[in-house]
T-cell receptor, first 108, second 112 residues
Framework: EDQVTQSPEALRLQEGESSSLNCSYT??????LFWYRQDPGKGPEFLFT???AGEEKEKERLKATLTKKESFLHITAPKPEDSATYLC?????????FGSGTQLTVLP | ETGVTQSPTHLIKTRGQQVTLRCSSQ?????VSWYQQALGQGPQFIFQ???????GRGNFPPRFSGLQFPNYSSELNVNALELDDSALYLC???????????FGSGTRLTVV
């Protein structure tokens, strides 16, 4: 059974304080590892797709990396508008498996 | 290019009733999947449709059923509603089930 585990469950940072979110996964037939951002009461918003170990993707203050068993979302100098729940998702041929998410709060 | 749209946005139903939720996939997408998200948790996979056929299903009972139409829009039907069915129901579409899935804003279902 595919499993995705995220840590920490919640993270509070001061504005400008960089950190990383962790995602460990066990997936049969991984097609892609996705990161999404979700704001309260809204659907997930796509951030990145990573396909193979060693791959990195960047977007503004976010950088996602992938190893054979883990993925990391690095947040550099975060701003209050980066506050959201970040979801790590594994994709196989027939389904997406979500982690429980990391709720990030960035304080001004 | 339009995104994924879901209707209705909010719904209140009584225990034992039946409900149908609708999803219009993003233009060019032929794969649609449905998810249930309880408050404070990550989405749970219900099932996926690819070119009108169900090609994957999560651990949900048969009272959760669906359809995908020739235009790739989709419906989620839930029979004999239970209080625990109260959740945000998300629809996502993709092309061939690869790359990023685009999510709708969801339908908030409350069962009383």
């Amino acid at each position: 059974e595919d499993q995705v585990t995220q840590s920490p469950e919640a993270l509070r940072l001061q504005e400008g304080e960089s950190s990383s979110l962790n995602c460990s996964y066990t997936v049969s037939g991984l097609r892609g590892l996705f990161w999404y951002r979700q704001d309260p009461g809204k659907g997930p918003e796509f951030l990145f797709t990573l396909y193979s170990a060693g791959e990195e993707k960047e977007k503004e203050r976010l950088k996602a990396t992938l190893t054979k068993k883990e993925s990391f979302l690095h947040i550099t100098a975060p701003k209050p508008e980066d506050s959201a729940t970040y979801l790590c998702v594994s994709g196989s041929a027939r389904q997406l498996t979500f982690g429980s998410g990391t709720q990030l709060t960035v304080l001004p | 290019e339009t995104g994924v749209t879901q209707s209705p946005t909010h719904l209140i139903k009584t225990r034992g009733q039946q409900v149908t939720l609708r999803c219009s996939s993003q233009s060019g997408h032929n794969t649609v999947s449905w998810y249930q998200q309880a408050l404070g948790q990550g989405p749970q996979f219900i099932f996926q449709y690819y070119r009108e056929e169900e090609n994957g299903r999560g651990n949900f009972p048969p009272r959760f059923s669906g359809l995908q139409f020739p235009n790739y829009s989709s419906e989620l039907n839930v029979n004999a509603l239970e209080l625990d069915d109260s959740a945000l129901y998300l629809c996502a579409s993709s092309f061939e089930g690869v790359n990023g899935y685009t999510f709708g804003s969801g339908t908030r279902l409350t069962v009383v």
